[in-house]
């Protein structure tokens, strides 16, 4: 979820009440689990003027340096997204990057999610389990982040076989359909409210 307001909170709550209606009328558990992803509504400009009051410090910090810096915005959406189910009556856990165990290379690739049966145990009794996108542990236990987009890689990484096996994965995003591009940035790319497999990866190859 990389755009959530109280609006989306409550949508978040009724699709929780609508998995738990079909839960009672089919064998086999349902899971929720979201990957929040900080807004700027949720935690305005906050990395952007960490990174600047590091390199004030130190222009010459190293890439770890910057990626500890950039990634604490995700534990607090995380948290913050937490608390706002739990307001609306959802049964909650957040877990930080280590209690997730989103193991990661120095070059930010996903190599392993290792807490997969502690998630499904908490999903099992009922919990909504939420987590931050955006970073994993790398080999020295140390944070490295995964680049642009890795909230959604993750919570898809997540959603399949071996690990929770959903069979669902549901992103929501701050835009209306799937584009080459940020429309933020070029405003008359063509947004597609739906693509097959095969579609997305050929819009994906041409690029804007």
Request: glycine content about 10%; charged content about 25%.
């Amino acid at each position: 979820m990389s755009l959530w307001t109280d609006r989306t909170v409550k949508e978040l709550m009724a699709r929780v009440s609508e998995l738990e209606r079909r839960m009672e009328e089919k064998s086999g558990p349902i899971y929720t689990l979201t990957a929040a992803e900080p807004t700027y509504e949720v935690v305005p400009n906050m990395t952007d003027d960490l990174i600047a009051m590091a390199r004030a410090v130190n222009p010459h910090g190293k890439k770890r340096d910057w990626e500890r810096i950039a990634s604490p915005a995700e534990d607090i959406a995380a948290m913050m997204l937490a608390g706002a189910i739990a307001q609306h009556g959802g049964r909650v856990v957040d877990l930080n990057t280590h209690q997730m165990g989103v193991a990661a290379s120095d070059d930010g690739n996903i190599l392993a999610i290792e807490a997969v049966a502690m998630m499904r145990e908490k999903l099992e009794q009922g919990y909504i389990v939420v987590g931050p996108g955006f970073k994993g542990v790398g080999f020295d236990g140390g944070t490295e982040t995964l680049g642009r987009g890795s909230s959604d890689t993750l919570a898809v990484a997540l959603a399949i076989p071996p690990n929770l096996d959903a069979g669902e994965a549901v992103i929501w995003k701050d835009v209306d359909g799937l584009s080459p591009a940020d429309p933020d940035t070029v405003p008359d790319i063509m947004i597609y409210p739906e693509l097959t497999y095969d579609e997305a990866k050929l819009v994906s190859d041409d690029g804007p």
